[in-house]
């Protein structure tokens, strides 16, 4: 089974920067990259993909990341699914509240792309 990693960012002009920091993922390790640009649609694309990890916006339309990793959590079968929370929202409460329930990691915007890509690599198992 080949390695699949979800974005889910409501800004198109962050999701755009996200996907271009990882493609090179996708070109060397054959990792498929998805995208979906409001929580409703990523818990979509989490349910039928399976991917390994997400990188997961906080304040976004329809479902927010907090519900989103949470739903996630509390599903057996997706409970294994990684999820890094992204945001502005870069209180130690905020961060807090994102490691209890669920998250692997919260990383705030902005943020360094190479960070992304040594964090994307960790969490696929990607050894150069």
Do not use: W
């Not at 409501?10 to 998805?34: F, S």
């Not at 997400?54 to 599903?75: H, S, T, W």
């Not at 990383?107 to 696929?124: N, Y």
Request: hydrophobic share 40%.
């Amino acid at each position: 089974m080949g390695k699949k990693l979800l974005i889910v960012e409501d800004e198109l002009h962050i999701r755009t920067l996200l996907e271009q920091a990882l493609e090179d993922l996708e070109e060397e390790y054959a990792v498929e990259i998805l995208t979906a640009s409001d929580g409703e649609e990523g818990l979509a694309i989490i349910r039928q993909e399976r991917p390994q990890a997400v990188f997961l916006d906080i304040m976004m339309p329809k479902m927010n990341g907090y519900e989103v990793c949470r739903a996630i959590k509390q599903d057996p079968e997706l409970k294994d699914t990684i999820i890094v929370l992204l945001t502005a929202k870069g209180q130690e409460a905020d961060r807090r509240k994102g490691l209890e329930i669920g998250a692997y990691d919260y990383m705030t915007k902005p943020f360094d792309p190479d960070e992304v890509v040594e964090l994307a690599k960790e969490l696929l198992q990607i050894v150069d």
